[in-house]
């Protein structure tokens, strides 16, 4: 009979088998299955059998110590957490080593990477061998930062890229090849995804995505989305299937829908307080003439909720030619809002560009003779402006407010002061770094590097 040790509330163990000489481990006898954190969990089969490979992080706060691991798997299992959520896991059977003890414990695969420690051991994998006193931490001793770097430095002299994933529709789009170019720049491993020729596998036990030709998608760290509006339905729902196999999206899906639904995110913006031009918004055209009044009559902006890049935005400069549009488009059961017109902005307005809660750039844009809307898309200049401290404030709270990463927040100047008139989820590259100079691209990659602690 093996005789009981006693063991603290945390210490450091090995996982021989899956080549990790240290990872520090909280010993928790109200668990009943251990836990290991690993990211990139893919399945496959090896010689008829199921097999599943993943990178461990042993060093908590870092990704920098990447082991990559391929085990038998032996079962799945839905586990609840501690946090009370259910979540379908892999579970694998490998050798624990802690003091001079060695035995074989079965481990679920998860990502721990928000809780305290990168291994949690459970009161199975303890039965009959270990004795926790609460009161103790490191009783077989602990491992220090030295011993460490020797441990992990020859895995390490060489740091490994992220892998990412660009989900667009057009590789040779500016935007796309400024991304893809910055990213391979700062050593990470770019994947241009057609979003056309992706497809997905909903399965409780086995969710996929896979590619034209059949490769799977499931061993992304992180992916880039830039959505056209006409692919927003599938385009979200690959999103939110690459974030059910936990790949991180620098726009997430929830964000991207609500930002595309124009009515919506104007009603999101003023719950959050950002103040933007009076608007209005109705369903029958017999309420056409108290609609036009509500925003201050003629001259007014006529917007399909649908549009985008300028394109469905009419000015009607009097009364009579606001009513023929608004019911001309309400014949065609297209929703719309009605704005009021900010005369003195003089056909110009500002897009300021929002990475990871910080503006980076920002530029103004000034139509094109004898055009109401400055749009660069058509024909309109952009210049270097000087924007204040409120039109930064406004542009970070309205990412903020949409929960974007990365946004395009378009202002315009009024004798109120700066409105805000919409956020873009997907705003393109050309036209700002061309009048900034500025690696907004490069942004965009550090962001994706914050979130995995990548230093």
């Known amino acids: 009979m093996t005789q009981k040790v006693i063991v603290g509330s945390e210490e450091w163990c090995a996982l021989p088998q899956l080549k990790v000489p240290a990872i520090k481990v909280r010993v928790d006898s109200g668990a009943k299955t251990s836990a290991l954190h690993a990211e990139q969990i893919t399945p496959f089969e090896k010689d008829g059998e199921k097999w599943v490979k993943f990178f461990i992080h042993p060093i908590q706060k870092t990704v920098k110590n990447a082991i990559s691991c391929e085990a038998k798997i032996i079962d799945r299992r839905i586990i609840k957490s501690s946090t009370g959520t259910r979540e379908n896991r892999y579970v694998i059977n490998t050798e624990i080593s802690l003091g001079d003890q060695t035995w074989t414990i079965e481990l679920t695969l998860t ?35 030295e011993k460490l770097r020797e441990y992990y430095m020859p895995q390490t002299s060489e740091k490994r890229g992220l892998r990412i994933g660009l989900l667009a529709s057009n590789p040779d789009l500016y935007s796309n090849m400024r991304i893809m170019e910055a990213g391979e720049l700062r050593g990470h491993e770019m994947h241009f995804l057609n979003l056309k020729h992706c497809y997905m596998k909903l399965d409780a036990h086995e969710p996929q995505i896979h590619y034209r030709g059949g490769r799977v998608l499931n061993d992304f760290d992180a992916i880039i989305p830039r959505i056209r509006p006409s692919m927003t339905y599938y385009g979200c729902s690959l999103i939110r299937q690459f974030e059910s196999l936990k790949v991180f999206s620098l726009n997430n899906a929830a964000s991207i ?16 307080g950002v103040e933007i031009p009076t608007t209005g918004f109705a369903n029958s055209p017999l309420d056409t003439t108290d609609l036009i009044n509500m925003v201050g009559g003629s001259p007014l902006i006529i917007k399909l909720l649908e549009g985008t890049q300028g394109k469905g935005v009419v000015l009607a400069e009097t009364k009579k030619a606001a009513e023929s549009v608004i019911n001309a488009f309400k014949s065609l059961n297209a929703n719309i809002l009605v704005q009021e017109f900010i005369k003195e902005a003089n056909g110009k307005d500002l897009r300021l560009f929002v990475v990871d809660g910080k503006v980076v750039a920002a530029m103004q844009r000034e139509a094109l003779p004898g055009e109401f809307r400055a ?6 200049k952009a210049s270097v402006v000087k924007v204040t401290a409120d039109e930064k404030k406004i ?26 008139l919409e956020v873009n989820s997907s705003p393109g ?3 700002i770094e061309g009048a900034t100079g500025k690696d907004i691209a490069g942004e965009m990659i550090k962001a994706i590097e914050k979130n995995f602690k990548w230093l």
């Open 111 to 145: 990502n721990r990477d928000s809780m305290g420690y990168r291994m949690l051991l459970g009161r199975e994998a303890m039965a009959g061998r270990l004795i926790v006193d609460p009161d103790e931490h490191f009783h077989f001793g602990i491992v220090t930062p």
């Open 257 to 272: 829908t609500q930002s595309r639904d124009k009515l919506f995110s104007l009603q999101l913006l003023l719950s959050h």
């Open 429 to 431: 590259l050309e036209g």
């Open 375 to 380: 749009n660069i898309h058509l024909g309109g």
């Open 395 to 420: 542009a970070i709270k309205a990412a903020k407010a949409m929960n974007l990463k990365v946004a395009g927040v378009d202002i315009i100047r009024s004798s109120k002061g700066p409105l805000l």
